[in-house]
Structure formats: structure tokens, C-alpha cells
């Protein structure tokens, strides 16, 4: 029953992470200053669910602290310099990176077809950037690629904290990436609109998401934790295409493509040979 409902809180999270692209576009203000706001909220909601927080100043609390706030600030610039597809899939190569690293970090060895989806997902990878990109596309993409990396390790960090609490990773990472933000929070400041997506971004896109996500880390591995919410990259430029009519490049989307498919049937395989041995 626990695992069942860690799964739904997966899929939750990977509901409202998908909203980051559209609302994130929507904002005509720096990156950083978005990042910093969004987190500024989002750690508000925070205090607010979970309370007083107890801090152990750990290497996996700080370590997950680190690498939300680098996962959480990347995001949101690859946003803005590259499509919000590229941006969402090159994220998603962050089962890849916890599969290979989660080996003598936690112990979690992955199987033979974790090893298939790291081929796989890498040759989609290398499509992205075959693509037509302009200097600014090319650095959204790097950023992108970067912000898998560290919400792989962000995600077994989290997990080494699973007898503990890894909200409070959430929390130092959240107020991290708004105190980075400060300095870039001049000039001219959104509209309304631009302030409601920004209330939006940190209580729904951020703040319920890991919610969510740190709910279902006790009871999934670091790559479950990565492999389930596949409906995210699949939402986020969905979103972007429909209210904002933003449309990825046939290469990007080719990768796009080969990355989703090899993470869904990575997740989905297993399930259905448990099912048929059942």
C-alpha cells in the first residue's frame, strides 16, 4: 500500500513539475529572479505543511540542499534560453545519471535494462544537439543537460535521507536558490499576470510538487523516483505548444522522442513481467 501510494504522489509531483514550462515562459523578467522567487514561495509552503524543521547539517542533507538549489535554478534558465521541450527532456536524462551513480552511493544496483536506458537515452541526447541551435539555444541545452546531472544527485541524496526527513533538503535548496536570486531582482518588474504565474511557479509548480516527491522517495529507489513521473516531459511541452505555441525542432523532437520511449519502457516492462508471473 505504500509503495501504491508513493507512486501516485509521483505522478502528482510530475503533474504540477509539468506546468514549469508555460508558466515559466510567461514571466518577462531575468531567470534568476524567477528561480528566486519561486523558490522564496515555495519554501513558504513549505513551512507551512511540514513546520518547524529539524536540521542535521548532514553531507546527504546539505548535499540534496545543493543540488535542488542547482536542479531548481538550471531549470528555469534552460527555460528561458532554450524550448521548454528541450529543457524538460535533457532533464530527463537524470535516470540515467541515477542509475550509474546510485550503484555505490546507495547500493541500489541497477538491472541490465537500467543499462539499456542509459545507451538509449544518451544517443536521444546527442540529437539535441544536432539540432538548429543559436548560441543561446546551445547554453539553455548545456544548462538542461547540467540540471539532470544534479537532479539525479538530488534525488540520491534524498533517498540516503529516507529513515529521516529529506524535506528539510527541500527547504535549505529552496531558500539557496532565492537567496542566488536577490541580486537580479532590478529593472522592471512583471505585470500582474506575470506575478500570479510567479504565485503559481511556487506554490504549485515547486512547492506541492516536492511536496509530493519527498511523500514517495521513502518507499521507491532513486531511479523509480525519476523513471515514474514520465507524464512531466510528456505535459511540459504540450503546455508551451497550446497556450504559447512554442515548437521544438525535428531533431530535439526525435530525441525527445527516444529519451521518453526508452525511460517508459524501462518502467513499464518490469511492470508488466511482475504482472504476467503474477
Known amino acids: 500500500m505504500e509503495r501504491r501510494t508513493a507512486v501516485i504522489y509521483l505522478f502528482c509531483a510530475a503533474l504540477c513539475w509539468s506546468l514549469g514550462g508555460v508558466l515559466i515562459k510567461g514571466v518577462m523578467w531575468h531567470p534568476m ?21 529539524r536540521f542535521t547539517w548532514s553531507v546527504p542533507q546539505l548535499g540534496g540542499a545543493l543540488t535542488y538549489a542547482a536542479t531548481a535554478i538550471l531549470f528555469v534558465v534552460s527555460t528561458k534560453l532554450t524550448t521548454a521541450a528541450n529543457a524538460i527532456l535533457l532533464q530527463y536524462t537524470a535516470p540515467a545519471f541515477a542509475a550509474l551513480f546510485g550503484i555505490w552511493y546507495l547500493g541500489e544496483r541497477p538491472r541490465r535494462s537500467d543499462w539499456i536506458t542509459l545507451v538509449v537515452v544518451m544517443g536521444g541526447m546527442v540529437l539535441f544537439f544536432l539540432d538548429r541551435l543559436t548560441l543561446a539555444g546551445l547554453w539553455g541545452n548545456i544548462a538542461a543537460l ?13 533517498r540516503r535521507q529516507k529513515d529521516t526527513s529529506p524535506m528539510e533538503s527541500v527547504l535549505l535548496g ?36 516536492y511536496v509530493f516527491f519527498t511523500k514517495a522517495i521513502r518507499h ?47 518502467g513499464i516492462v518490469p511492470l508488466l513481467r511482475y504482472r504476467a508471473s503474477g
Open 33 to 53: 529572479a524567477i528561480s528566486g522567487v519561486r523558490s522564496f514561495i515555495a519554501a513558504a509552503l513549505i513551512l507551512l505543511v511540514f513546520g518547524r524543521p
Open 146 to 158: 547540467v540540471s539532470g546531472f544534479t537532479f539525479a544527485w538530488m534525488a540520491l541524496f534524498m
Open 174 to 209: 529552496n531558500l539557496l536558490a532565492g537567496l542566488a536570486g536577490i541580486p537580479f531582482m532590478t529593472g522592471d518588474l512583471p505585470d500582474p499576470a506575470g506575478w500570479l504565474r510567479l504565485a503559481a511557479l511556487g506554490v504549485v509548480q515547486l512547492g506541492m510538487a
Open 220 to 266: 521507491v529507489t532513486a531511479v523509480e523516483s525519476l523513471l515514474i513521473p514520465t507524464i512531466e516531459p510528456v505535459l511540459n511541452p504540450i503546455w508551451t505548444l497550446l497556450f504559447i505555441g512554442e515548437i521544438p525542432g525535428p531533431l530535439a523532437l526525435c530525441g525527445g522522442a527516444v529519451i521518453i520511449g526508452a525511460v517508459l519502457a524501462r
